[in-house]
């Protein structure tokens, strides 16, 4: 299948002799996995005489286009995986060889089939038209170092994504980008190992590059891509080079003075600074004044009982 894409991600139209005849199957065989790509979202367009193309057409991820977007000192600390289809580039990412000491490994994906948000919420990444990418960064400080951490990772994406014209990104607590209110892209951080030493952390962002109109209404929350945001095609390979620039910087700087040293610059973007917003966890909620943050990136909320700091993990701030 992925050779099929590749010969349709042109957006012009194959006969479907032309396309058996390239891949060495049938026509029927062609037919059998055009099926298959429509499955995994893509519109299909047959029109008689002319054959089948790909809607809008499709860039795909390369990685020597990825590669000559990284800095040169970037690239040589950095390994960079690209797939077609995976189920998670949060497990993907954890699951090749051990990656060598001071080398952070990205591994991206044309798509997800089992993309997660926070506490088994679905992430939707249609095939081809996100950014789906995880990072895997070896931390010998035990995971309480790792506070603000998510925060970084929001701020590291809108500085990737303002170098490629993105303007007006606001950050919601702990890491959403949004853009006028609508979610442009989402976080997960999971942490495996030693509490007090060697872990490994896993970061997963997700970045609506270009969807359709039924593609985002499809979204369980209000969700825009950079093509709306930006009011032009942007590449993915661009965005993909770009976010490993940024994140490799930000996790050099974290890794020296943690959450601290960026707390000033999160605070420019900070989407509900001085709102009145409703923190909800499992089994409760609180309502209160949304304050900032702190050094270790807590949230601080101002209720009739005072001011309380709350961290990341399982609670979501919505507004009121
Ligand atoms: P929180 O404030 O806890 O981060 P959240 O609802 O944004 O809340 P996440 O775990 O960050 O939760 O992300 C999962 C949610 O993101 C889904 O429940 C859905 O509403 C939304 N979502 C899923 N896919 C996309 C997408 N491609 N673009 C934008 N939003 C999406």
């Not at 990772?153 to 949004?178: F, I, Q, S, Y």
């Not at 409760?284 to 943050?293: A, D, N």
Request: with cysteine; aromatic share 6%.
């Amino acid at each position: 299948m992925d050779k099929l894409l590749g010969l349709l991600a042109d957006g012009q139209f194959h006969s479907g002799e032309d396309l058996g005849e390239q891949l060495g199957i049938s026509r029927a065989a062609v037919w059998k996995k055009l099926k298959a790509i429509e499955e995994l979202g893509l519109a299909v367009d047959s029109v008689r005489g002319k054959g089948y193309r790909l809607g809008s057409g499709i860039e795909l991820l390369d990685n020597k286009k990825i590669q000559s977007n990284i800095d040169v000192d970037v690239r040589n600390k950095s390994e960079v995986h690209t797939c077609f289809i995976t189920e998670s580039t949060n497990d993907l990412v954890r699951n090749l060889e051990p990656v060598p000491a001071g080398v952070t490994r990205f591994c991206l994906a044309e798509y997800q089939a089992k993309g997660r948000g926070r506490r088994g919420r679905v992430w939707s990444s249609p095939f081809g038209s996100t950014i789906s990418l995880s990072a895997l960064w070896q931390n010998g400080e035990g995971t309480a170092s790792l506070e603000g951490l998510s925060l970084a990772v929001g701020l590291a994406v809108v500085k990737a994504l303002e170098t490629l014209g993105a303007r007006e990104l606001k950050l919601k607590w702990p890491n959403d980008v949004l853009w006028q209110g609508k979610k442009l892209c989402g976080v997960l951080l999971e942490v495996h190992g030693d509490p007090t030493g060697e872990c490994d952390v896993v970061i997963g962002i997700g970045i609506n590059v270009r969807l359709s109109d039924g593609q985002l209404e499809s979204v369980s929350q209000p969700a825009v891509d950079l093509f709306r945001v930006c009011g032009k095609t942007v590449s993915r390979n661009a965005v993909a080079g770009q976010l490993i620039n940024t994140l490799t910087h930000l996790l050099d700087g974290f890794g020296q003075g943690g959450f601290r040293l960026f707390r000033e610059q999160w605070c420019e973007y900070d989407a509900y600074r001085g709102k009145e917003v409703t923190l909800m966890a499992s089994n409760r909620s609180v309502t209160g004044r949304y304050m900032g943050v702190d050094d270790q990136g807590g949230l601080l909320l101002e209720t009739v009982s005072g001011l309380h700091i709350f961290n990341g993990g399982e609670v979501s701030l919505r507004q009121s």
